[in-house]
């Protein structure tokens, strides 16, 4: 895209600090029931849910983990049988040797040094096996202390057909999203942008005739 055509449409739009709050708020009218797609009912379900989310669908993962919480109810279960056994009932996840493995180290370190409890704060989360800081992040905002901004495939592209960041390193993409989105919208923002990138603002060919914040996105094809 030319340089000059960039430009005018950032200039059309206006900076970002003034779109972003009207980006959040149509939004949410846009997308109200934008939330975890991944079922639990306790924190330790949710660790469990968003490490055996990686490389696979959720509707997938929802489906191996029915049978599973029924199986595995505390720590202590999932170190109680055999690797095999573990690989087995989380197979249909994908990785399933390599998680197994994460799950039952993760374990053993909530165990040993967390009281058998999911840790809250960011900096513990990212210190449990097989826990990188999306994972960390999609965490703690399910728990209701977001400490950062959930960046993943939807949220990278829509920040930045947004022009809401330059950014390529979804680390350094996080750091501009917190500068920005004011903090009481951590939790929701990455959920608002992952459900219109997967129903409006679609990789391939967004629909931006049907976007509710086409007029303030300065990659907007109307
Ligand atoms: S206007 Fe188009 S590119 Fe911009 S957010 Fe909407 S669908 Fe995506």
């Avoid at 990686?54 to 055999?82: C, H, I, M, S, W």
């Avoid at 959930?150 to 829509?158: A, S, Y």
């Avoid at 959920?191 to 409006?200: A, D």
Wanted: hydrophobic share 40%; with cysteine; proline share 7%.
């Amino acid at each position: 895209m030319p340089q000059s055509y960039v430009h005018e449409a950032r200039r059309r739009v206006g900076p970002k600090r003034a779109r972003i709050l009207p980006i959040i708020e149509r939004l949410a009218s846009e997308h109200p029931d934008a939330k975890i797609a991944l079922r639990y009912r306790s924190e330790l379900e949710l660790l469990v849910s968003v490490m055996l989310s990686a490389q696979t669908t959720d509707v997938n993962v929802n489906r191996v983990t029915g049978p599973l919480f029924e199986k595995y109810k505390r720590p202590e279960d999932y170190l109680a049988v055999p690797p095999e056994e573990l690989e087995r009932d989380i197979y249909a996840t994908g990785f399933f040797r390599q998680k197994a493995r994460a799950l039952r180290a993760t374990m053993a370190m909530l165990l040993e040094e967390f009281d058998g409890r999911v840790p809250r704060r960011l900096d513990d989360l990212v210190l449990l096996p097989g826990v990188a800081r999306k994972t960390a992040n999609v965490v703690a905002a399910e728990l209701g202390n977001p400490q950062g901004i959930v960046v993943d495939t939807h949220v990278r592209r829509l920040s930045q057909r947004l022009g809401l960041t330059r950014q390529e390193d979804p680390i350094k993409i996080e750091r501009d999203l917190q500068r920005l989105v004011p903090r009481e919208h951590w939790g929701l923002f990455p959920h608002l942008l992952i459900w219109h990138g997967r129903r409006v603002c679609i990789a391939r060919v967004p629909r931006c005739e049907h976007c509710a914040v086409n007029d303030l996105c300065p990659s907007s094809r109307v």
